[in-house]
T-cell receptor, first 114, second 115 residues
């Protein structure tokens, strides 16, 4: 079965600190895409960053970067210089080539404290 | 308006009521989705429409009935729901279905409470 595990239900850090959210997944497929979505209190889910499995270089989007370890099936999200607006639920997900459905994790609630 | 809009934002209904959730996208996308989000659980895909045709129905109970009259509008008709159906219902759209790297665009959801 294809699954996503986010082992940290909740995290809290001070503003301006760096925080890493963990995500592991399981699939027997070799080509897939990995995603991190953010759901702020407004509830509107937005894409933070995505990574193609056959690309070794880790994706970055401004303060957001990933650490992709394909052999370990790990896809962690690093947020640098965290801001109050980063407070949200963060969901890890992946999609394989043979099935367009996204497989989601249960989410990590991130709180940025002033 | 731009993006994906869902109405109502909140809905409280009794088990014998009939209600509908509405989703509208102004992005020119061809695919639309209904997801159920329950606390501390992964998102559950309920229905997928591509060019107004249903392409996925993930074993959803018949008390949930989707309707896609055109590529911009999606409805979820609800009747005789159960308390365990209480959840946040999210609508999403994407340019097409089937692209592995495809990004989903979400609405703000309808928070449904079934009494």
């Amino acid at each position: 079965a294809q699954t996503v595990t986010q082992s940290q239900p909740e995290m809290s850090v001070q503003e301006a600190e760096t925080v890493t959210l963990s995500c592991t997944y399981d699939t027997s497929e070799s080509n897939y895409y990995l995603f991190w979505y953010k759901q702020p209190p407004s509830r509107q889910m937005i894409l933070v960053i995505r990574q193609e499995a056959y690309k070794q270089q880790n994706a970055t989007e401004n303060r957001f970067s990933v650490n992709f370890q394909k052999a370990a099936k790990s896809f962690s999200l690093k947020i640098s210089d965290s801001q109050l607006g980063d407070t949200a639920m963060y969901f890890c997900a992946f999609r394989v080539e043979s099935n367009y459905q996204l497989i989601w994790g249960a989410g990590t609630k991130l709180i940025i404290k002033p | 308006e731009t993006g994906v809009t869902q109405t109502p934002r909140h809905l409280v209904m009794g088990m014998t009521n009939k209600k509908s959730l509405k989703c509208e996208q102004h992005l020119g996308h061809n695919a639309m989705y209904w997801y159920k989000q329950s606390a501390k659980k992964p998102l559950e895909l309920m229905f997928v429409y591509s060019l107004e045709e249903r392409v996925e129905n993930n074993s959803v109970p018949s008390r949930f009935s989707p309707e896609c009259p055109n590529s911009s509008h999606l409805f979820l008709h609800l009747h005789t729901l159960q308390p365990e159906d209480s959840a946040l219902y999210l609508c999403a759209s994407s340019p097409v279905t089937g692209a592995t790297n495809e990004k989903l665009f979400f609405g703000s959801g309808t928070q449904l409470s079934v009494l």
